[in-house]
């Protein structure tokens, strides 16, 4: 058992649906189980309450909830993504589900909930040992919404 598992408030119902979005998203995901509301709950009852998944062996929790909480980038999930070619289609994936582009390498998908679509490759630009190289990095990073990382290279090389 996770001793710490990151818990994340759904409105409208969503959750169900959004834990099958992202355990669509990656190989090693998958619905864990669910807890359906009972009668006299703040939900329709035999419908999803809790619903428990798991992405890369990290354990999440959704409950639907009121409309009285809102997500904000304050909170977000980092994807640390292999190449540009996983970049490209986690992000492509968000936005033709309702996502919106932040910037950075942001995105919150249609349920507000935030994104880091991320590699550890653009940390060698952002945070590499040429502080030049990074600083120029860092301000092309500033101008991405996706990350790029050729860009990012680019700019690290002073190209």
Known sequence: MQKIVT??????????EAA???V???DDAKITGSIP??????GKTGEAMVVNWELAGQQFTG?????SAKHDHAMSLLVNCD????IDRLWDAFLSNGGREIECGWIADKWGVNWQVWSTEAEKYVGGPDK??????VKAMYGMKK??????????EGE
Request: without cysteine; charged residues 25%; aromatic residues 14%.
């Open 132 to 137: 030049a190289g990074a600083e120029r990095a």
């Open 63 to 67: 409950i639907n909830g009121d409309a």
């Open 20 to 22: 099958e979005f992202y």
């Open 83 to 86: 190449d540009q070619a996983e």
């Open 147 to 156: 990350i790029d990382l050729q860009g990012l290279k680019d700019a690290y």
């Open 37 to 42: 509301f009972v009668e006299d709950a703040h």
């Open 7 to 16: 818990n994340i408030w759904y409105t409208d119902g969503a959750a169900q």
């Open 24 to 26: 669509s998203l990656f």
